[in-house]
């Protein structure tokens, strides 16, 4: 069997650490180009709707034709573009799929295959559906020996875990593509947002969170940890922290606290909402450690909600969602900002119109522009 080969237990050995590595796939392509006596070998995506691929890794195949390939020649490769049915584990020559005397005649020969001394064929489905299909190509030069049934069964012994080892990739490749998206969104937001564990060791800060940190003036960073600048304030945030991660000893976790951290250069204070996620994070020792969200309201914000909670007795949740609404954000919009359900959002609003002798939104932002907040007589 092949597995019994320690070469081809190393090579799918390999070709599984590719999968969370895609960089390792040229070197596993390369190991099965000399196991299949290939002169070159590639994967190769192809569309069967747009008649459009790529090769998305190969061995011996240099960058100007996989450029070539997938600008010019993936819509002529007679064989992926075959009326043959592809499914996962089959395994054709190309001569099977096309004839030779067909193929020379073709541009996809005359102007890729030919420059690329390519002429033979072996082809193994990693992936197939109606749309689309993956593929693991190998090829050989005119003058050698073309594949043979030999080299089919050889191919398709080691197809089954080639085909495990690609889809997890293409899982990974997927999750790390929403973390990717769901990052640079993160990044755009001017609220401070911070992940961390349940020691306030930081996993994740967005860019207004740097910024926070940078400035040495509400919170810093102190052995790694976060820190507030009065010792009272720093125990109290690292309590809250530990009870929402799950990690106080004793007493119960508290999934949502908030603590208001002072400035001793006299700015506003800085709220943060300390919020239980179901996440834990890994490090790189393979242990995993829960980890908390931190929501740091900007200066500017804290600000506005303390003019409003002073001014109009609002409480600290209605004086956060009057300056949301007061900066132009929808009802919805503001409930999401602040973690809290529409209903609740809802509620707050009736009291803060109460409080206010206001009766719509826009009559709450014309009264915070025209009289500066100032209190009601």
């Given at each position: 069997?092949?597995?019994?080969?320690?070469?081809?237990?190393?090579?799918?050995?390999?070709?599984?650490?590719?999968?969370?590595?895609?960089?390792?796939?040229?070197?596993?392509?390369?190991?099965?180009?000399?196991?299949?006596?290939?002169?070159?070998?590639?994967?190769?995506?192809?569309?069967?709707?747009?008649?459009?691929?790529?090769?998305?890794?190969?061995?011996?195949?240099?960058?100007?034709?996989?450029?070539?390939?997938?600008?010019?020649?993936?819509?002529?490769?007679?064989?992926?573009?075959?009326?043959?049915?592809?499914?996962?584990?089959?395994?054709?020559?190309?001569?099977?799929?096309?004839?030779?005397?067909?193929?020379?005649?073709?541009?996809?020969?005359?102007?890729?295959?030919?420059?690329?001394?390519?002429?033979?064929?072996?082809?193994?489905?990693?992936?197939?559906?109606?749309?689309?299909?993956?593929?693991?190509?190998?090829?050989?030069?005119?003058?050698?020996?073309?594949?043979?049934?030999?080299?089919?069964?050889?191919?398709?012994?080691?197809?089954?875990?080639?085909?495990?080892?690609?889809?997890?990739?293409?899982?990974?490749?997927?999750?790390?593509?929403?973390?990717?998206?769901?990052?640079?969104?993160?990044?755009?937001?001017?609220?401070a947002i911070l992940v961390v564990d349940g020691?306030?060791?930081?996993?994740?800060?967005?860019?207004?969170?740097?910024?926070?940190?940078?400035?040495?003036?509400?919170?810093?960073?102190?052995?790694?940890?976060?820190?507030?600048?009065?010792?009272?304030?720093?125990?109290?945030?690292?309590?809250?922290?530990?009870?929402?991660?799950?990690?106080?000893?004793?007493?119960?976790?508290?999934?949502?606290?908030?603590?208001?951290i002072t400035c001793p250069s006299g700015v506003?204070?800085?709220?943060?909402?300390?919020?239980?996620?179901?996440?834990?994070?890994?490090?790189?020792?393979?242990?995993?450690?829960?980890?908390?969200?931190?929501?740091?309201?900007?200066?500017?914000?804290?600000?506005?909600?303390?003019?409003?909670?002073?001014s109009y007795h609002l409480t600290p949740a209605?004086?956060?969602?009057?300056?949301?609404?007061?900066?132009?954000?929808?009802?919805?919009?503001?409930?999401?900002?602040?973690?809290?359900?529409?209903?609740?959002?809802?509620?707050?609003?009736?009291?803060?119109?109460?409080?206010?002798?206001?009766?719509?939104?826009?009559?709450?932002?014309?009264?915070?522009?025209?009289?500066?907040?100032?209190?009601?007589?």
């Amino acid at each position: 069997m092949a597995d019994a080969d320690p070469t081809i237990g190393e090579l799918l050995h390999l070709a599984h650490h590719a999968a969370g590595d895609p960089s390792l796939w040229d070197e596993v392509l390369k190991r099965l180009c000399a196991n299949l006596k290939a002169s070159r070998i590639a994967l190769i995506d192809h569309n069967f709707i747009t008649h459009q691929g790529e090769i998305s890794h190969s061995a011996a195949i240099d960058e100007r034709f996989r450029t070539l390939y997938r600008v010019r020649f993936s819509g002529k490769n007679v064989w992926l573009n075959a009326e043959r049915r592809l499914l996962p584990g089959d395994v054709f020559t190309g001569a099977e799929l096309v004839p030779n005397w067909e193929l020379v005649r073709t541009e996809f020969y005359r102007d890729w295959l030919r420059p690329l001394r390519a002429f033979h064929c072996l082809i193994g489905v990693t992936f197939g559906c109606a749309e689309e299909v993956s593929t693991l190509v190998a090829l050989r030069p005119l003058d050698e020996l073309a594949f043979n049934a030999q080299d089919k069964r050889e191919l398709g012994s080691l197809l089954l875990q080639l085909r495990c080892a690609c889809e997890l990739g293409t899982d990974f490749m997927a999750t790390r593509r929403k973390v990717e998206i769901l990052s640079d969104i993160m990044q755009t937001l001017s609220e401070a947002i911070l992940v961390v564990d349940g020691e306030c060791h930081p996993v994740f800060l967005n860019r207004a969170a740097e910024r926070l940190l940078a400035e040495h003036d509400h919170l810093v960073l102190a052995h790694g940890m976060l820190a507030a600048a009065s010792g009272q304030e720093t125990g109290k945030l690292r309590q809250l922290v530990a009870a929402a991660a799950g990690t106080a000893g004793g007493g119960s976790a508290k999934p949502n606290s908030e603590i208001a951290i002072t400035c001793p250069s006299g700015v506003p204070h800085l709220l943060l909402r300390i919020k239980s996620i179901p996440h834990s994070a890994i490090d790189e020792g393979g242990r995993h450690r829960q980890v908390v969200a931190v929501f740091a309201v900007t200066t500017e914000t804290a600000q506005t909600a303390q003019q409003l909670h002073e001014s109009y007795h609002l409480t600290p949740a209605e004086a956060r969602l009057a300056t949301l609404i007061v900066r132009g954000y929808t009802l919805h919009a503001a409930a999401c900002s602040l973690h809290i359900s529409n209903n609740t959002a809802r509620t707050h609003m009736k009291r803060i119109y109460g409080k206010t002798d206001t009766h719509r939104q826009a009559d709450l932002i014309r009264l915070a522009a025209a009289n500066g907040r100032t209190p009601p007589h």
